[in-house]
């Protein structure tokens, strides 16, 4: 596993944006998928984006049109940028890492507060 930092949180209006961003150590070069979880109260954890070190995104539907995912993998960063939010997407949002594959290396970040508000 490798230490994980999300930014970005905060409240925001139905409709607008934010900018999420994650970073695992910069040296941590075995990481293949990086990406976004989220759960809401009393909700289970779902898929928002993921990214492989190759580019290729994969977005849950909650996600789908309205976010986009983007990664730096020469600094293992990858960053969600959300837009036209809506009061169900306010949840805790968790970055992962795949730690490359190996088994019991999966990484989670402490997750950062996602509040919209009406």
């Known amino acids: 596993q490798v230490q994980l930092v999300e930014s970005g949180g905060g409240l925001v209006q139905a409709g607008g944006s934010l900018r999420l961003a994650c970073a695992a150590p910069e040296k941590s070069s075995s990481i293949n998928i990086m990406g976004w979880y989220r759960q809401a109260p009393f909700k289970q954890r779902e898929l928002v984006a993921t990214i492989t070190s190759g580019g290729t995104a994969n977005y849950g539907d909650p996600a789908k049109g309205r976010f986009t995912i983007s990664r730096d993998s020469t600094k293992n960063k990858v960053y969600l940028q959300m837009n036209s939010l809506k009061l169900e997407d306010t949840a805790v949002y968790y970055c992962?890492?795949?730690?490359?594959?190996?088994?019991?290396?999966?990484?989670w970040g402490r997750g950062t507060l996602v509040t919209v508000s009406s």
């Open positions: 992962y890492a795949d730690g490359g594959g190996v088994p019991g290396m999966d990484s």
